[in-house]
C-alpha cells in the first residue's frame, strides 16, 4: 500500500492491478474497495484461468492442502506472468527485511520467468519504515493487519503469527514453503 500511495502521487494514471486468486480474506477484498474510492482508481483483477470449482474439478478438492505449491503457480504465478505480457516492467512492493529468502533482493532486475524488469523501490525499507508512512500519509492497509496477520495471502494458507514468530510464520504454516514463486528466480 506505500508503494501505492507513493507512485500514485507521481502518476495518477499507473495500471494498478491485484492477483485476485479468488480465495483472498474478504478484508483484502474490503481493501481493494477502499483502494478504488480512496485514489479513485480502477484496480484490475487478474485471475487465474480455472475458476476454485474448475480447479477442484480438474486437480481434486483443496489442492491448496496436498500441493499448496501447484495451487500458487495455477492461481497466483501463472495469472501474473501472463498478465505482465503487456508491460516492460513492473513495480513490486518486496523488502529484504521480510524474509531470509528476500534478503539479497536487487532494487531492479530481469524476471526470466516472466520476461520483465521487475523494480523494487522499497527493497531497503524496514518495517518501521512501512509503518512510518502508512501512519505519516494516513495509507489504508488490510485490517488483518492489526488482528495478526503481518503477511496476508488465501484464506486457506495464511493464518495468525503467534507472538514471536517471524512475520511470515503464518504463510504455509504447515509445509515447508516460504515463497508462492512470484518472488523467487
Known amino acids: 500500500m506505500v508503494l501505492l500511495d507513493l507512485v500514485l502521487r507521481i502518476e495518477p494514471q499507473l495500471n494498478v492491478f491485484v492477483v485476485d486468486t479468488e480465495l483472498l480474506f474478504p478484508e483484502t477484498y474490503a481493501l481493494i474497495e477502499r483502494v478504488e474510492r480512496r485514489y479513485g482508481i480502477k484496480v484490475e483483477r487478474v485471475r487465474p484461468e480455472q475458476s476454485v470449482e474448475e480447479q477442484n474439478a480438474a486437480h481434486g478438492d483443496a489442492l491448496w492442502k496436498r500441493d499448496p505449491d501447484a495451487c500458487c503457480e495455477l492461481r497466483k504465478v501463472l495469472p501474473l506472468r501472463g498478465y505482465l505480457r503487456n508491460f516492460d516492467a513492473w513495480l513490486t512492493a518486496v523488502r529484504r527485511d521480510q524474509s531470509d529468502t528476500r534478503t539479497d533482493l536487487p532494487?531492479?532486475?530481469?524476471?526470466?520467468?516472466?520476461?520483465?524488469?521487475?523494480?523494487?523501490?522499497?527493497?531497503?525499507?524496514?518495517?518501521?519504515?512501512?509503518?512510518?508512512?502508512?501512519?505519516?500519509?494516513?495509507?489504508?492497509?488490510?485490517?488483518?493487519?492489526?488482528?495478526?496477520?503481518?503477511?496476508?495471502?488465501?484464506?486457506?494458507?495464511?493464518?495468525?503469527?503467534?507472538?514471536?514468530?517471524?512475520?511470515?510464520?503464518?504463510?504455509?504454516?504447515?509445509?515447508?514453503?516460504?515463497?508462492?514463486?512470484?518472488?523467487?528466480?
Not at 129 to 151: C, I, K, M, R
Open 107 to 185: 532494487v531492479q532486475a530481469w524476471d526470466e520467468n516472466a520476461q520483465i524488469l521487475k523494480v523494487a523501490p522499497l527493497v531497503d525499507w524496514t518495517e518501521a519504515d512501512v509503518w512510518g508512512y502508512v501512519q505519516a500519509h494516513d495509507v489504508p492497509v488490510n485490517t488483518l493487519h492489526f488482528e495478526g496477520y503481518p503477511s496476508i495471502g488465501c484464506t486457506h494458507c495464511t493464518r495468525r503469527v503467534a507472538p514471536g514468530e517471524h512475520a511470515r510464520a503464518g504463510r504455509w504454516a504447515e509445509f515447508d514453503k516460504t515463497e508462492c514463486g512470484i518472488h523467487v528466480a
